[in-house]
């Protein structure tokens, strides 16, 4: 391939204690978390929407944080983002749980959301925390440096109307869902593969009528799917390629072939009775990059202690299933400064789709967060941050460390119910 030598004196716009790049619920956590432990923090999204998938990606919907038996097992800041998702809008919490408890086989905890309200709302929880942002700015490449403890990752070149800047970090938060900060900076990584699947939203004459016949807007909304393909690949068009989402080409083919298949379904329709509501303004990509991590979480860590756990977490599919995420699925030794969270935290098969959906991502970006700010604090590489006190903050900050032993069943299911589109 031809190619040309750029070079570019840039300005160095700012310093932050952590910079977080992207704006999906596991980086809005993280920054958040790092707020709350006295660091500044510069959030970084491309879109001018936060939340990613969660919201521009028109996922919404909580998955189960309960173990389908009554006990609450993924808390912390994934609690406090559910009871914000639905505080100005619509939800779907079970009567039950919004009574505090519920028992052995109810309705598992989780909800439906307002994917742009819950938007709202979490730029205003970043705008109250003090975290600086940037939108439509996308983290372009990183400057690294060999140090004593590894490589160093010196900041961050963004790109945006502004030109291309430059912000120095102490510590850089890859929350980008396709781990693009560590792949620029030579960390190694995994790559995904993906099947043709887009989610909008639809509104008809008939579910406009019901809402307003039961008094809730939710009622108006219908799924209305471009590819269609679920979790596990039903519906994936026979012979149609897996899509990586992690080149220019593969992520407009992908876009482009779903919007196409989307208005192909709508034509059989009476233009008169129905509208799309909003498109996906990000791919509907589950997996596209996530780090090699230290550790990689595998199916069979099944109700697996880890000493280095930061957070329990349960199984949407499968009641009773519970794991725990070892703090080294977010690291990789060598690289002194960092870290990731949410869906590019290393896991493999089924296990990987219990560490990405929304809770597990809120709770792994809370940790992430605090942990910067303990290796800042400490002066340890992020690799290599002292376990205890960093449990022992995330426990302060109400979340589930270790699952007790006794939510073990003696015997349990293996079916996975297929809950579809997660
Ligand atoms: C079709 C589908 C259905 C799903 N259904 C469910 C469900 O029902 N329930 C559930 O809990 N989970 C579901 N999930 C999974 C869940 O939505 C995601 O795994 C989770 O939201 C990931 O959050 P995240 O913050 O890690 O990443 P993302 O949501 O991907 O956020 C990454 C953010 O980084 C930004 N970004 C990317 N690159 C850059 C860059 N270079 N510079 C700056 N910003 C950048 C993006 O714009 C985005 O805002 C579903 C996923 C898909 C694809």
Redesign the pocket.
Known sequence: MKEILFTQKVPVKGKYDVIV???????IAAAVAARRAGKSVLL????IT?????T??L?N???PMCNGRGTVIIKGMAEEFLRLSVKYGFDTIPECWKNGTAGADKPRYMTHYSPQIFALALTELMAEEGVDLRYD????NVEMEQRNEGMHCCGIYTESKSGREFFEGGIIID????A??LFRAHVPTVQGRNFF?C?AKLLTLDSCRMAAEKGNIRECYRACFGGNAT?YGHNHPQGMKLFTGTSAEDVTEFTVLNQREMLRKLKGDDRNTREVVTLPT?P???TTRRIDGNVTLQESDTFRHFEDSVGAICD?DRRDFLYEIPYGTMVRDGFDNLIT????TSGEGYAWDVL????P?ILS?QAAGVAAAQALDTKRPIFAVEIAPLQETLARQNVMIHFDDSLIPEKVGSAKED?G??
């Open positions: 790049a992207g704006g999906g619920v596991a980086g970084v999204e491309k879109t936060p939340g990613g998938l969660a521009i990606g996922v919907f909580f998955v700015s996308v983290v372009a929350a980008t869902g396709d693009d900060v699947t989610i979790l990000m509907n990509f589950r949407f969270a949410g869906r590019s990405r959906v929304i809770p991502a970006g809950t589109h997660i």
